[in-house]
């Protein structure tokens, strides 16, 4: 099949499978000889949705890559798979924490201008304008894993 049909089978644009294959995440295409287009398999749409999948429970690269090794290794022991799901949910706890957190922030914000009036009189302007660094919610940052970074 062509770029557009495995695309369209995956539910998602050629440019994200052309994307994937650029990181190195879905195999190259075959080509032909004769226009150089992209030839794609079933193997190539399971990889692709599988990778959907992936990016759907907010994965980075990284995890996919790993998983994708895992999987081609059917033999082998699933405690790295495990492990690395563990390690996602400890990363998806601690966003849900700091968004928590930025929530709170945000009502408090909120309470400071409770109607319309001047911008020069608003309330959480003047707030964010007085607003220490240290007010602010830091998002925790661990390697392979930027807050808010997973949405692609």
């Not at 794609?40 to 949705?49: D, I, P, V």
């Not at 429970?57 to 090794?69: F, G, N, Q």
């Not at 409770?114 to 998002?139: M, W, Y």
């Amino acid at each position: 099949m062509k770029i557009g049909e495995l695309a369209r089978q995956a539910g998602c644009p050629v440019e994200t499978v052309r994307y994937y294959e650029r990181e190195g995440l879905l195999q190259a295409a075959f080509r032909d000889q004769t226009n150089n287009y992209r030839h794609y398999n079933s193997a190539h749409l399971e990889r692709l949705m599988f990778i959907r999948r992936c990016r759907a429970l907010d994965m980075t690269h990284e995890e996919i890559r790993a998983l994708l090794k895992a999987r081609s290794q059917p033999d082998a022991d699933c405690g790295t798979v495990n492990a690395l799901i563990n390690e996602h949910l400890h990363h998806v706890q601690a966003r849900i924490r700091e968004l928590n957190m930025l929530e709170k922030q945000l009502y408090e914000l909120r309470s400071h201008c409770n109607a319309n009036r001047p911008t020069r009189d608003c309330g959480i302007l003047r707030e964010l304008e007085q607003a220490e660094e240290s007010d602010a919610v830091v998002p925790v940052i661990t390697p392979g894993h930027l807050a808010g970074s997973h949405s692609h």
